[in-house]
Structures are given as C-alpha cells and as structure tokens.
C-alpha cells in the first residue's frame, strides 16, 4: 500500500533513507559527503514536520504488513528530493510504484507540461533512466555529495 506520510512515520522514513544510504551509496562519497547527507536527514526530521504541512515538501511510503519499505519525497513540487527502497524489497518495482504515485499526483495538481527533476546519486543513475530521465550534466560533487543532475519532461 503506498500513502502519504505524515508526522507519525517521518521518523521511520528517515531511518530507512539513512539505512540505505548507508548501504548503498555512503561508500562512494567522502566523509564530508556523508555528514552532508546525515545532516540533512536529522535536518529532515526536525523540520520536516512543517514541511509537510505547508506543502513546500511532499513524502510518499510503501508499506509493507504496516512497515514503510520505499519511500519517494518531492520538494517544490516539481525536484524529487530522495527515494529509497529497502534492500529486501529491491527489484519489486517498488520504486517504479512510488514513482508513478508521484506522478500520477502531479499530473492532477499540473495538467499542462511540467519537468520533473532529480539530484541522482551515481547509484541510482539507471533507476531513473528507466523512468523516462535523462542526464542534464555530467556527475557533479556539492559538499561531499556526487550526484548526476536529470530531468524528465511530463505532458
């Protein structure tokens, strides 16, 4: 089942961002880059809270016997700001799910032509190449954190 999440599962939402991150793509960045991302994620679950209610960001989870396995964020509508399925629940198209939530969500709320954009990190490059993405810069490194900029142009 894919819902929103509100203030009572942020927590567990951030924990399975930062537990995958750490497993997957913590490796490949410097220590800089991941106090960066830890930063951000206790930055997250401070204020996400008000975030979430203003609108300014969007958090989607994937639920499994009522445990978030996926979770997909937006900000500003329009720059996917984190996605991140659990290693169990990998190659189950979970992440596909999430993202059509998303983007099923926004083609109500924006019916003409919009661009989607991400921040992907080098692993999860092929990911969004399968979703319709492509690349608008070669890998780029922002405080520690490498990530390849993309886009995807909806309607």
């Known amino acids: 089942m894919i819902k929103k999440i509100d203030n009572t599962d942020l927590a567990a939402a951030v ?15 410097t220590d800089e880059g991941r106090q960066t991302f830890t930063d951000y994620l206790d930055f997250k679950l401070e204020e996400m809270a008000e975030d979430l209610e203003t609108g300014h960001k969007t ?7 009522d ?11 329009f720059h996917v700001s984190l996605m991140f399925v659990d ?3 990998h190659q189950q198209g979970i992440a596909r799910a999430l993202f059509e939530m998303v983007l099923a969500d926004l083609k109500r709320q924006q019916p ?9 990190s080098p692993y999860a490059v092929a990911v969004y190449q399968r979703f319709g993405f492509v690349a608008t810069a070669t890998e780029q490194v922002n405080k520690g954190i490498r990530f390849v900029p993309m886009k995807l142009k909806v309607g």
């Not at 958090?59 to 016997?65: A, N, R, V």
């Not at 445990?67 to 509508?77: A, F, K, N, W």
Request: charged share 25%; glycine share 8%.
């Open 112 to 120: 003409k032509p919009f661009e989607l954009t991400v921040n992907s």
């Open 15 to 29: 924990e399975l961002a930062n537990q995958v991150f750490y497993e997957f793509i913590a490796d490949g960045y």
């Open 67 to 77: 445990r978030i396995v996926g979770v997909i964020g937006t900000r500003d509508c």
């Open 59 to 65: 958090l989607w989870g994937y639920y499994k016997d």
């Open 87 to 89: 290693k169990k629940y």
